[in-house]
């Protein structure tokens, strides 16, 4: 009978039973600034080199389970040696690996609120405890209680996320150091947006220090389709990760295009630039509207309106074919809107949209 929902015949975990799935809504308009994607495509010399590379295929073999190309290529960008890569389909999939490497059953991961929610999901997901500190006013990293927290519950795996998201926060050298310094187990910096950022961790990854970067290529490489993430970190870690992943993970197509995009370093580099002097301008002309902001060192901004109600001004914008993400739900952003960084047209209509519905 259409309509009427029934018991499943299997019932999951009792603890996937009370989840809630994360998801970002997607509404049809004319201007997409949630999800924090690149406002353009790679370049179409990328497009035609992965054709190429796809036309190579040879579809009857498995992959390369190592995929060694690409990870001397990662390699090569970063500096570093190929048994310090680990990439895997995008970087949820990453710590996703590391959780169920470094965590699970008995073992604890340590986040600090608000910050990005699939750490906390992730965690839950692989049967991890979860301890969740609070930041500062200002969203920083609370130093105080992230002792605290590290000498209380002595985590497995410790959780930042610089720029963080959703709040654009970025934390200090001497912060990550001094949390490193004190944190028992594995300390995991998601940089996502590292790029946009004025410094990155990647410098302080060694083999003597418990320290992983994970890296998406969604965003500065514009290649959010292909669903492509990886971290740099130890080898001994890097070792147990590949125990753990699923056999043959990253198809060759991926692969292909994962390898192809770093023969384009100075268009990515141009890409991140303009969103940067975008970001500026945008900022700018939050600063001339009654909403709060907060500075960010991504390609998004957190903002609230001062005397709105954040639901009410966001669906004024979805009427005004404008989507941004609602971030009420998250913990301590009551009201809080975050809008991703676009071209210049796009950023022009949601600060026109907005100004309208603010008034």
């Known amino acids: 009978m259409t309509g009427v929902r029934s018991m499943p015949p299997v019932a999951p975990r009792d603890d996937v039973a009370l989840m809630a799935a994360y998801h970002s809504p997607q509404i049809e308009v004319a201007v997409r600034l949630n999800t924090n994607e690149a406002p353009g495509p790679p370049p ?4 035609e080199r992965v054709a190429a590379a796809v036309r190579e295929v040879q579809w009857h073999r498995y992959p390369d ?3 060694r190309a690409l990870r001397a290529a990662l390699a090569g960008l970063h500096g570093v040696d190929p048994e310090q890569i680990f990439v895997a389909n995008g970087s949820n999939e990453v710590l996703q690996t590391l959780c169920l490497t470094y965590g699970g059953s008995g073992r604890v991961a340590a986040v600090f609120e608000p910050t990005y929610a699939l750490h906390s999901h992730i965690a839950r997901l692989t049967g991890t405890d979860l301890e969740v500190g609070e930041r500062a006013d200002d969203f920083s990293l609370d130093l105080d209680q992230v002792h605290h927290v590290l000498r209380s519950r002595r985590p497995d795996i ?3 996320c610089s720029p963080n998201n959703p709040t654009g926060v970025v934390e200090s050298e001497a912060v990550v150091r001094e949390v490193l310094a004190a944190a028992p187990g594995l300390v995991v910096v998601d940089e996502a947006y590292g790029q946009f950022a004025p410094w990155s961790a990647l410098a302080l990854v ?3 220090r418990p320290l992983v970067v994970t890296r998406t290529y969604s965003k500065t490489w514009a290649m959010a389709a292909a669903r492509l993430g990886y971290l740099v970190g130890p080898r001994w870690l890097v070792r147990e990760l590949d125990k753990v992943v699923l056999p043959y993970h ?3 197509v991926k692969q292909a295009a994962a390898t192809a995009a770093l023969d384009f370093v100075p268009e990515m580099k141009a890409r991140v630039a303009s969103i940067v002097e975008e970001r500026g301008r945008l900022i700018a002309a939050l600063g001339d509207l009654p909403v709060d902001l907060w500075p960010s060192g991504a390609n998004f901004v957190l903002f609230r309106p001062r005397q709105a109600d954040g639901d009410k001004v966001w669906q004024g914008l979805v009427e005004r074919s404008v989507l941004v ?3 009420a739900s998250w913990p301590r952003l009551e009201g809080c809107l975050r809008v991703t960084v676009g071209t210049r047209a796009e950023d022009d209509a949601f600060l026109a949209g907005l100004a309208e519905v603010l008034a």
């Open 206 to 208: 060694d083999e003597e």
């Open 44 to 47: 179409p010399a990328f497009t």
């Open 158 to 160: 410790t959780f930042l």
């Open 65 to 67: 389970r190592e995929y």
């Open 250 to 252: 990253l198809d060759a």
């Open 325 to 327: 993400r609602n971030c």
